[in-house]
T-cell receptor, first 111, second 113 residues
Framework: KNEVEQSPQNLTAQEGEFITINCSYS?????LHWLQQHPGGGIVSLFM???GKKKHGRLIATINIQEKHSSLHITASHPRDSAVYIC?????????????FGKGTHLIIQP | NAGVTQTPKFRVLKTGQSMTLLCAQD?????MYWYRQDPGMGLRLIHY???????AKGEVPDGYNVSRLKKQNFLLGLESAAPSQTSVYFC????????????FGPGTRLTVL
């Protein structure tokens, strides 16, 4: 079964720190998504990427297709960034038009 | 725009009861999805639809049925609920399937006793 692995599972950091969350997958993909799940449960799509790098505000997502690895970075972290960050991929080769999700990284930013 | 809405937000069922979860979107999206989220596991795809009148099975379809009679609505049915279906259910929609971002509803927390 194709899997998506995220690390770390849990991360606690101080406000202002640079945060990195990692995602690795097993076979070729057509797209990778980063999602944010708020403490209240709502899920927001942050990025979708298939190559290179994307930036939105303090968030940066990168992907290395050859190494089957993606990272989500948060610069100048803030307590409002506290959430679960989820990596999801669309595997190449057809099949259901859905995503395979990682278990998420639970991030806590302390003031 | 309301985006993606889900009804109800919470529900408690007894084993064997039936119910329907409603997902509605006002963004004219073609693609709609039903996922379930369980503790310690990633979201898993139950069923999806690539357009009005179409449905397809995802990763964990057993025990669920779906219908997409109108483009804006995607219904998830449980004919005979089981405790294993206790979960949080998320609906999502997308304009171009997995090639574009997904918009999620707020979730429905279902408990089956």
């Amino acid at each position: 079964k194709n899997e998506v692995e995220q690390s770390p599972q849990n991360l606690t950091a101080q406000e202002g720190e640079f945060i990195t969350i990692n995602c690795s997958y097993s076979v070729g993909i057509s797209a990778l998504h980063w999602l944010q799940q708020h403490p209240g449960g709502g899920i927001v799509s942050l990025f979708m990427l298939s190559s290179g790098k994307k930036k939105h505000g303090r968030l940066i997502a990168t992907i290395n297709i050859q190494e089957k690895h993606s990272s989500l970075h948060i610069t100048a972290s803030h307590p409002r960034d506290s959430a679960v960050y989820i990596c999801a991929v669309r595997y190449s080769g057809g099949g259901a038009d859905g995503l395979t999700f990682g278990k998420g990284t639970h991030l806590i930013i302390q003031p | 725009n309301a985006g993606v809405t889900q009804t109800p937000k919470f529900r408690v069922l007894k084993t064997g009861q039936s119910m329907t979860l409603l997902c509605a979107q006002d963004m004219n999206h073609e693609y709609m999805y039903w996922y379930r989220q369980d503790p310690g596991m990633g979201l898993r795809l139950i069923h999806y639809s690539v357009g009005e009148g179409t449905t397809a099975k995802g990763e964990v379809p057993d025990g669920y049925n779906v219908s997409r009679l109108k483009k804006q609505n995607f219904l998830l049915g449980l004919e005979s609920a089981a405790p294993s279906q206790t979960s949080v259910y998320f609906c999502a929609s997308s304009p171009q399937g997995i090639a574009s971002g997904q918009f999620f509803g707020p979730g429905t927390r279902l408990t089956v006793l």
